[in-house]
């Protein structure tokens, strides 16, 4: 059995086989271990001896095993060994259910004792099957900083007592806006990797296209974000195929073939984004997905309605500011003003950061898409040393190979080019 294909099965039944076990035992940290360990187990196991008819099932009964003993083998937890007793069942255990209850998992993470930061962590990491380190670039914090997040959610969890349970109906409405994060956080990191050698990961940014479906379908969405959320994931996939070449080498937007652009995708995901904004108030993902939309209904870079995009940062700036959202508005006034417009703009962002003015400028200077923006306005701007050096310093800060790659040769090309 391919080891692809145990990997994919591991993380498709990895969510849902820890939601089984969170249910059964209520005890989320002790859990969480357990299931790690079968992980673990199931890594070893099955490449070799092939994956099992059903992959859940057998990740539930290991962590089951694994947690019972960790339960009877903790001296210094001996009030718990009843519980153990208690819990190992006297008749054969209930049956695996056959339901998709990672979306319940989701909700249950977000759980309203922790905050913000720490429910995105702690989703992420638990039911996303994100490493460490790829929340801490996810979330545009130190790895450090995500690890002592984790630890910390797990202990306040523990010490709450309460104990993971489903939302009443008055905190649903606060855990979909913290859950709406995590899959779009989620969805970004399929997209375009962090780090590796594959420009995306598609398993990831399926399952949250999957699971912002199922949110969907299963929750009033009052706000109409949700659905401005599957819009926008729908109208940024659907250029997927036309992101790389045959070799997997990166195709910038301006140069893609864009005949191979999902036009079933895009279709779907203008038919949210109109349905949504003639009904509901307007919210960050809604702008964004319109953002999206305009991209994908342009014939070309060129033909593209830039000045519509630029009103729409705007609006969204003013709405939900952040790094990313300043960058974006940056590329879209440097269409439409010129790139020394976009220059002095970056400039600006990153002066109010350096002067303790802006979170998002301090992000925005150490940021490899930063750099690489820098250099294709210089590049732009006929600046072509300075252009050279600054996709030199974006090829050296990111760790995605094919965005790496690229960087490196638009460097090489304008220093052959002198």
Known sequence: MPDADAVRALRDAAPSALAVLVRRYGDFAACEDAMQEALIAASAQWPIEGVPDSPRAWLVRVASRRYIDEVRSDVARRRRESLAVELEPTSPPAPVPSVDDTLTLFLLCCHPALGRPA??????????????????????????????????????M???????????????????????????????????????????????????????????ASSPDASGETTGLLALMLLTDARRAA??????????????????????????????????LDRAAIGPYQLQAAIAAVHDEAPSTHETDWVEI??????????????????????????????????????GAEASGSSGGSSAGTTLAEHHRTWAVRAHLLERAGSTDAASLAFVEAARRTLNGPEQRFLAAKAEALRAAR
């Open 119 to 156: 429910q995105l962590a702690l989703t992420l990491r638990a039911v996303g099957g994100l490493t460490t380190a790829e929340i801490g670039r996810a979330l545009l914090l130190p790895e450090a900083t995500i690890a002592q997040r984790i630890s910390r959610a797990k202990a306040r």
């Open 158 to 216: 523990r010490a709450s007592g309460e104990g993971f349970r489903m939302p009443e109906p008055a905190e649903l409405e606060s855990r979909l806006v913290a859950l709406r994060h995590v899959l779009y956080l989620m969805f970004t990191e399929g997209h375009t990797a962090s780090s590796g050698d594959a420009l995306a990961r598609v398993d990831l940014s399926a399952e949250a296209i999957r699971l912002t479906r199922q949110l969907r």
């Open 243 to 276: 992101r790389t070449d045959a070799a997997g080498a990166l195709v910038p937007l301006d140069e893609q073939d864009r005949s191979r652009w999902d036009r079933r995708m895009i279709d779907e995901g203008i038919v949210l984004v109109t349905e949504v």
């Open 310 to 347: 630029l009103g729409l940062y705007d609006l969204l700036e003013r709405m939900s500011p952040g790094p990313m959202v300043t960058l974006g508005r940056i590329v879209a006034l440097a269409m439409v003003e010129g790139p020394e417009a976009g220059l002095v703009a970056l400039e």
